[in-house]
DNA sequence: CTACTTGGCTAAATCGATTAACTAGTGATA
DNA sequence: TATCACTAGTTAATCGATTTAGCCAAGTAG
């Protein structure tokens, strides 16, 4: 019952459903399961207790202008609409109110950890609150759908935007917040991780183990971290000594591999790639992967290639995703708060929607924290390479 | 573009948005983006073309009535509601024609490999559909928390439900498939696979492999699958003469353990339980699990007390998430078509919401497949346990 | 005694579409 | 010539709420 109670109107109990939630709420058994056709309406209600639509409707709302309005009428009314059943139509009230308490949420693909598990965060935000939202993957396809699902989202009346790990490089005609994005934009929140932190928070990790040659996996071009990580990385290795070979840096789905457009792509693109570096002869005793997923994919290479990871070769992933500890060996990586990051731009942006017009926030960083587990280890003195 | 038509009317352009989604394509140039203030109402565009609201609907949704208009008049009115990027008002359209076009999602916890890999199937059938979806998890919470949100989605106007691995107990009001649901409901279409050949599948691949004590891993009470899987791998195990010995079947979160009650329960359940099966000192060559991510937490029990999987015990998941293949050992599972359930959902509901009465199959199968990979071997002659 | 407030409520406009029923004109048919 | 069918639309009701403006009665201040 508390769970239902907040669940409806938590926080927000101005907001005009607080009174028709507590009308919704009670028992089952007072509330007769609506049997014949039709749903119960306002009028209705109204009908039954003997006063117009209008009253009913300004004291199922706890509206100012009710308040003149006796106590006792006031439980006349709740009681009817209690006894019927009465649930307001969504679609009537959202049409004349301009309040729909849903929001959009774009995501690469719904099934990659990534971004479940940020969605995880927004949902349990939102439990709190009175809000939906709807989701659409974009599936890393191009610009024109990302800017297609957006269109979709305001055609459906959304209030507000969550845009996880998508580039958006137009302002939106929408408060948004973008998880993991990069473009300083009016009236858009981007939530991100101090990627300079966690780059040297990563390689004096490595510095430490005493490794030198140090392999990196860029993200693909789609996401809207790949660069800033990318840049956080190359500076950070400058700055710690670490020289920066090209041959032994990989993009993520560069140009070849694009074929696969499967959504299981990301642990089959690691692999893939740690499998370019191999070919290429390239001597490292480290690699940074993008993130977990591409590490796992790339640990089953060097595995295939009869490396030992981590003996042979020493693999940090990104994110931590919740396998990540699981995989064998456990997975040294950098961990994003992933779950507290969807909750936080939930929270960003129902605040903006319902604060109006301050100006946002452009970034708000999060903190990153390595989490060192089993696949890294003191590099080898001579990295030496079988097969 | 082709995309984007068929997003919008793909399969069912009989349904009414065909015209205006039309409207809506042509190059963005064309369509001022749409600036002063308020939205372009259907009044509008018919003021512009000097016409009634009425006709301008009509011909928009290409209305049978409006097949006396003449092609000229269409083209007209087409063109103006392209230049003022005319869009339809979600809210009213639907508040009238009582089409909503959106479904409801009610899902365990949307961050789980398995409701996040059959969501990503049901949003690429969606993708082709007008449809859009709504989701809720209910955290294997209570009963009533799902009615609840079944009430919600209702309210919310969804013309239909897909529940994922969530038990119905009671026809709902509205058409709904249950992706792995064993309960037939008049109303309800249950999309299961076929445990009994997924059971003997698995227990001959470890017959073969000359297992014959075979310890399981009977799913959480609150997961739709767990009694029939449980009841198929029974009756496999007793056709097939092994014996099924109470001290080596362990319930995932029977009572204990249930207090940790975060999402990233899975692994860590799969891992405590396989701690009870070795505090037991029970003595077994091999596991079934309930499901991969248990599999996976089990295997880290194994390996953390000494074990090695596959040559002490072998591992049988269940699911084959996208990770099974890309773990370590590589995870031999039967595999669930995940996401082509989702799918096949998601368009059985669709049908049924476009069919009207015909009355829905209460079951509908699909083909487990086993996966064999790394974590099963042949049995040791004597399952000797270290530690 | 008038004017003004306050309490308790209602009428009616409105949100932005859809759609059944109808009109008015025109040509063909019986 | 009356009837019918067709063309090309329009009118107005409706979906189910929210919300502004205002009505009437009773009390109160001046």
Do not use: C
Not at 244 to 255: A, D, I, K, M, R
Not at 300 to 327: K, M, N, T
Request: proline fraction near 5%; avoid cysteine; glycine fraction near 8%.
């Amino acid at each position: 019952m508390a769970a239902r109670k907040s669940a409806r109107n938590g926080g927000r109990s101005k907001e005009g459903t607080a009174a028709v939630a507590a009308v919704a709420d009670g028992p089952a058994a007072v509330a007769p399961r609506r049997e014949g056709g039709g749903t119960v309406t306002l009028r209705q209600v109204a009908a039954k207790v003997g006063l117009s639509p209008a009253t009913v409707s300004l004291v199922l709302n706890q509206a100012p202008t009710a308040a003149s309005i006796p106590a006792e009428t006031q439980a006349r009314i709740f009681a009817a609409a209690r006894e019927l059943d009465y649930r307001p139509n969504y679609l009537a009230r959202s049409l004349r109110s301009r309040r729909t308490f849903s929001l959009g949420v774009l995501v690469p693909e719904i099934s990659e950890p990534y971004a479940a598990e940020v969605m995880s965060g927004i949902e349990g935000h939102l439990l709190e609150t009175s809000y939906h939202y709807l989701v659409a993957s974009h599936r890393r396809s191009n610009v024109s759908l990302l800017h297609e699902y957006l269109d979709l989202m305001r055609d459906r009346a959304v209030e507000g935007l969550i845009l996880v790990a998508s580039e958006l490089h137009e302002e939106p005609s929408l408060p948004a917040v973008v998880v993991s994005g990069h473009v300083p934009l009016a009236g858009v929140t981007n939530v991100i991780i101090d990627h300079d932190r966690a780059a040297s928070l990563t390689l004096r990790h490595l510095q430490e183990l005493g490794h030198e040659r140090v392999a990196f996996l860029k993200g693909q071009p789609g996401s809207s971290d790949t660069e800033d990580r990318w840049r956080a990385y190359r500076e950070a290795a400058a700055g710690m000594g670490f020289t920066f070979h090209p041959e032994l840096t990989v993009q993520l789905s560069g140009e070849p591999a694009l074929a696969t457009f499967s959504p299981a792509d990301g642990y089959e693109e690691g692999h893939a790639f740690a499998r370019v570096l191999l070919d290429r002869g390239a001597r490292f005793t480290a690699l940074v992967a993008f993130d977990d997923v591409s590490a796992i994919g790339a640990i089953r290479a060097f595995l295939d290639a009869g490396l030992r990871v981590p003996e042979d070769v020493s693999v940090v992933g990104f994110d931590d995703i919740q396998s990540a500890a699981y995989h064998n060996p456990s997975l040294t990586t950098v961990r994003q708060p992933l779950r507290e990051m969807g909750a936080l731009a939930a929270r960003l942006l129902l605040e903006r929607i319902a604060g109006g017009e301050t100006k946002p926030e452009a970034f708000v960083t999060v903190e990153p924290q390595l989490v060192v587990r089993g696949s890294t280890a003191p590099a080898r003195r001579e990295a030496r390479k079988r097969r």
